[in-house]
């Protein structure tokens, strides 16, 4: 049996709307509906060492000139992978005494760095478009 183009185009919809909604079961937030959600990493083992794996790790994305999550809590030592989904170059560097910058992140790319040891509130920017904020809760 063939599908006609306009069936083609429906199938090919539901299937991304499926891989959507099955990529947001995965997110998890506070849902305090006060635009502070934030999402805690999956902890894997009671060893509070950095993993060299990315199990456990949490994620920042930057697309459309913005970080996403905006705000992210993690435990001290966790590490954080920052993906660049923006067609220029950015960077995630912590302001003040800058306890981790990623350097250049070039579209497509990713870059780690390690959470702070000490709890606290850590603002960060994007060094080339300083409009672009975020912050890193560790605790």
Known sequence: MSLTYPDRVHTALRVGGAC???????????GDG??????????????SAPSTSNVGAAHISIKNFTFIPATLQ?????????????????????????????GDIDPGETATFIAPS????YPYI???HTNMKGTLTVS
């Open 20 to 30: 959507v909604l099955l990529a947001l079961a995965g997110c998890s937030s506070n």
């Open 34 to 47: 006060n635009g502070n959600d934030t999402a805690t990493p999956a902890t894997t083992s009671a060893s």
């Open 74 to 102: 993690v435990r001290p030592g966790t590490k954080v992978i920052v993906e660049n989904q923006d067609s220029v170059t950015h960077t995630l560097t912590a302001t003040g005494d800058k306890p981790f910058d990623t």
């Open 118 to 121: 000490t709890s606290g509130s």
């Open 126 to 128: 994007c060094t080339i």
